[in-house]
């Protein structure tokens, strides 16, 4: 856990949005992240994000599922306590299709929900810095991390031109942490939404 | 749109490669008539026949998927299709052709009494039965013919209109009046066609044409099954076309996200028809009721065996796992190969289906079968290259035609 130096800029509009991600890469800075009301098309193609491996991920659990199942049912039923059923075989695979396939489907969901907030940092109690309030309401705001080399000004200056309504400089905590917000951070305590 | 080249010309190959095909199949599909259609014995006769049947109702059926895609996309307002609508349409053209001669192969069946096809044509045996006479209502001659001759007039006057429909987005831009009543429009023509559809493919036409061959049994899952395995062999057919035009420099508009979208449709309606596959399957096998088990008994421990793995491992294994990656739907030449595969996997489908019924002791697969299916693939190439040609390939003025344009997944 880390403070660390943010230049925050507000957009009030998708279409200012999207020239100025490309304006801002362009210029040579790396954006953070853009925080937006709603899940924009092409957002992330626009940021440059590698395509998510989440699929992968899914299909690994899915044949994990799949393997599962298949060893402890037909170890079940052909080794550890084989059954005669109607005089079907011990291994009577066209009866275990129906749990193959729904340990399969549990697999895959529940490892990629589980793998899915692991790498978004989600979970009860586990709290984030809001670089702007209205970014849940109507702001789509882009987050830009300073190194050594960026000269703020410059960078709220650029971001201004190409449009941003609201622009800042932040010092404020990159990673999560565990418990409450701050005051002053706390939404619900905020005046503007009273 | 001065750049979008509307108008198909149909390719020298491809019309050399379509008449080949038609003349090789043809020539198969005649020999095959004399040798064994005429002949004295029956078996030759339910051979000949049955594969004729079997080519007939799959490609009649395929055809037929082409024109059901186009009325549910309506149905549901997508717009996505607007921009390769035509093609879809194209091979909806040949339903009354592919219609007509399954029509002329049934009635051949029926009024011929090849009572070795359909059991249920021979009617002193039909009263000596308690299960077939307990039918007798449905599986009777007249009611076949009368049900038969309305299906294939309604495809085909429903098709019509919805083509017709289309065509009214040729002729002049549409300000948003007139395109809210086209679009109700075109709503209204495709629930007449979906309608008949839900009555004829989805239910009556598969238990009449397939199932009846073995008039004893039945399943319920059979007519799904049946639309399932078109359906998926239809979007397929129009994912080929697509890719065949976007190689020749036609559909601009189109690109690999509409290709994408289509290959979703291939990839979840394999699915789709491996779940049919499998409940009608696993249920008759789970009861293990003799009456039931006729009908996979030959299939799955005789002759048909190979085939019968076969048809699984081409539908459900080969679909599901070459085209789950993204990249694979988006790749043209992968998307290309698994459409044949599909089409293929699924003729193969509809051939265990009716010889399966018709022979149980050998299969049978050879010249006659697939010089029928290269007679049926020529007149499909031949007609849906003409049916392109003689329409503008755009829909131009269709009001969903730019959300189509810009259609990402």
Not at chain 2, 93 to 106: H, N, R, S
Not at chain 2, 270 to 289: C, H, K, R
């Amino acid at each position: 856990m880390a403070q660390k130096k943010f230049v925050v800029g507000c957009f009030d509009d998708e279409a200012t949005l999207f020239p100025a991600v490309k304006q801002v890469r362009n210029a040579g800075y790396k954006i953070k992240d853009v925080y937006t009301p709603f899940p924009v098309h092409g957002l992330d193609h626009a940021l440059g994000m590698r395509e998510t491996s989440i699929h992968t991920a899914g299909f690994i659990y899915g044949i994990t599922g799949t393997t599962t199942a298949i060893s402890t049912i037909s170890w079940i039923f052909t080794k550890d306590w084989p059954l005669n059923i109607g005089g079907k075989p011990h291994f009577a695979l066209p009866a275990w299709i129906p749990i193959i396939f729904e340990l399969t489907v549990l697999f895959a969901a529940v490892g990629m929900v589980l793998t899915f907030c692991y790498l978004c940092q989600l979970a009860p109690g586990v709290k984030k810095h809001h670089f702007h309030k209205r970014a849940t309401d109507d702001l789509f705001v882009m987050v830009i991390e300073c190194t050594d080399k960026t000269n703020a000004d410059d960078l709220q200056a650029l971001l201004k031109t190409n449009g941003a309504v609201e622009t800042e400089t932040q010092v404020a905590e990159d990673g999560w942490w565990f418990g409450t917000y701050d005051k002053e951070d706390d939404l619900y305590n905020q005046k503007q939404l009273a | 749109m001065a750049s979008i080249k509307e108008q198909f010309e149909i390719p020298g190959t491809l019309k050399t490669w379509a008449y080949a095909l038609i003349g090789i199949g043809g020539a198969a599909l005649l020999y095959g008539m004399f040798t064994k259609g005429f002949s004295t014995d029956e078996h030759e006769q339910a051979h000949f026949w049955g594969t004729l049947m079997y080519n007939t109702i799959f490609w009649t059926l395929v055809c037929n998927a082409a024109m059901f895609f186009i009325c549910f996309s309506t149905m549901a307002q997508a717009a996505w299709m607007q921009s390769f609508r035509r093609i879809a349409e194209a091979i909806s053209t040949l339903v009354p052709v592919f219609g007509t001669i399954t029509f002329a192969v049934l009635m051949f069946v029926v009024l011929g009494h090849k009572h070795h096809i359909y059991h249920w044509l021979d009617h002193e045996a039909v009263m000596k039965d308690p299960i077939l006479k307990g039918k007798v209502g449905f599986l009777n001659p007249t009611f076949f013919i009368v049900w038969t001759t309305l299906t294939i007039t309604l495809w085909s006057y429903f098709g019509y209109r919805m083509r017709k429909i289309s065509s009214e987005a040729d002729v002049a831009p549409m300000d948003a009046d007139t395109a809210k009543a086209y679009n109700i429009k075109s709503m209204v023509g495709a629930g007449f066609f979906l309608v008949w559809f839900g009555l004829t493919v989805a239910s009556t036409i598969p238990w009449l044409w397939l199932m009846s061959i073995d008039a004893h049994w039945y399943s319920t899952m059979y007519s799904w099954y049946t639309f399932a395995s078109s359906f998926v062999a239809g979007m397929s057919l129009v994912a080929l076309w697509l890719i065949y035009m976007k190689n020749k420099g036609y559909m601009e508009l189109s690109n690999s996200e509409h290709l994408h979208d289509m290959g979703k449709f291939m990839f979840a309606f394999s699915i789709f028809w491996t779940y049919l596959w499998f409940s009608q399957y696993m249920l008759i096998w789970y009861a293990n009721i003799p009456e039931e088990t006729v009908y996979f008994k030959h299939r799955v421990q005789g002759a048909y065996k190979p085939i019968f793995f076969l048809n699984l491992i081409v539908n459900f294994l080969a679909p599901l796992l070459i085209l789950m990656k993204r990249s694979a739907k988006r790749n043209f030449t992968l998307m290309a190969l698994m459409a044949v595969v599909i089409l293929f996997g699924h003729w193969i489908d509809f051939y265990q289906m009716v010889m399966g019924s018709l022979m149980k002791e050998h299969v049978s697969l050879g010249w006659l079968d697939f010089g029928v299916l290269t007679f049926f693939v020529g007149v499909m190439i031949l007609m849906t290259a003409r049916a392109l040609a003689s329409k503008p390939l755009i829909a131009k003025y269709h009001p969903f035609l730019k959300e189509s344009i810009i259609h990402h997944t």
